[in-house]
């Protein structure tokens, strides 16, 4: 059931300027073809009652966002020397009770990905490793009247397995220095390549 708190709440956030440094994967031109497609069709299903968000991706390295803006330091420590290159897959589709659609993927290892906590450190700023991935892609509005609806008629087809199914190589991150949760504006600070697994 839709929390309406959670989701005014998730709507000032997203028009916030809040500003963080993360670690990201952004996904290929092939995956994201796949997910518009996925999403073209719900909005015929559903009547457009998503906002989708403007850039896809998995925070891997996620960045307690701070309220003012400051100056980055000590890029050089932003290391990723001895993580390796890993698949992860769709595992099932869900809608919060914030109103968010996810995508949720299978667990990753992200060995060695603390090698960046002092450059987070350095820098006074707050992160989490995500190893239970998710992709954010859009939010409910909730003051269309058919909300509730729309999210029992998707449960049901999520639980029947009709979501899009890919797996993803995490073979590069890219480190995002944004003024805003959704990177609808950020600098990219450095791309990070992966070394080959086992």
Same mark, same amino acid.
């Given at each position: 059931?839709?929390?309406?708190?959670?989701?005014?709440?998730?709507? +000032?956030?997203?028009?916030?300027?809040?500003?963080?440094?993360?670690?990201?994967? /952004?996904?290929?031109?092939?995956?994201?073809?796949?997910?518009?497609?996925?999403?073209?069709?719900?909005?015929?299903?559903?009547?457009?009652v998503f906002?989708?968000? *403007?850039?896809?991706?998995?925070?891997?390295?996620?960045?307690?966002?701070?309220?003012? *803006?400051?100056?980055?330091k000590d890029?050089?420590?932003?290391?990723?020397?001895?993580?390796? #290159?890993? #698949?992860?897959?769709?595992?099932?589709?869900?809608?919060?009770?914030?109103?968010?659609?996810r995508l949720?993927?299978?667990?990753?290892?992200?060995?060695?990905?603390?090698?960046?906590? *002092?450059?987070?450190?350095?820098?006074?700023?707050?992160?989490?490793?995500?190893?239970?991935?998710?992709?954010?892609?859009?939010?409910?509005?909730?003051?269309?009247?058919?909300?509730?609806?729309?999210?029992?008629?998707?449960?049901?087809?999520?639980?029947?397995?009709?979501? *899009?199914?890919?797996?993803?190589?995490?073979?590069?991150?890219?480190?995002?220095?944004?003024?805003?949760? +959704?990177?609808? #504006?950020?600098?990219?600070?450095?791309?990070? /390549?992966?070394?080959?697994?086992?």
């Amino acid at each position: 059931m839709l929390d309406n708190n959670k989701i005014q709440a998730r709507l +000032l956030k997203n028009d916030e300027k809040r500003y963080g440094v993360s670690l990201v994967y /952004f996904p290929t031109a092939e995956v994201l073809t796949c997910i518009r497609k996925w999403l073209d069709e719900l909005d015929e299903i559903c009547g457009n009652v998503f906002m989708w968000y *403007p850039v896809f991706h998995l925070s891997l390295v996620r960045c307690k966002s701070v309220m003012q *803006p400051f100056l980055l330091k000590d890029e050089d420590l932003l290391k990723c020397d001895n993580v390796r #290159k890993e #698949k992860t897959s769709v595992e099932k589709a869900v809608i919060g009770n914030d109103g968010i659609l996810r995508l949720c993927f299978s667990d990753i290892k992200l060995e060695g990905i603390a090698d960046v906590h *002092p450059f987070y450190t350095s820098n006074s700023l707050e992160y989490d490793i995500v190893k239970e991935p998710w992709m954010s892609l859009g939010l409910i509005d909730n003051e269309r009247e058919n909300a509730e609806e729309v999210i029992m008629t998707l449960e049901t087809r999520f639980a029947n397995g009709l979501f *899009p199914s890919f797996d993803m190589i995490i073979d590069e991150l890219s480190a995002v220095n944004y003024s805003d949760i +959704l990177l609808k #504006k950020y600098d990219l600070v450095k791309r990070i /390549f992966l070394v080959f697994g086992d």
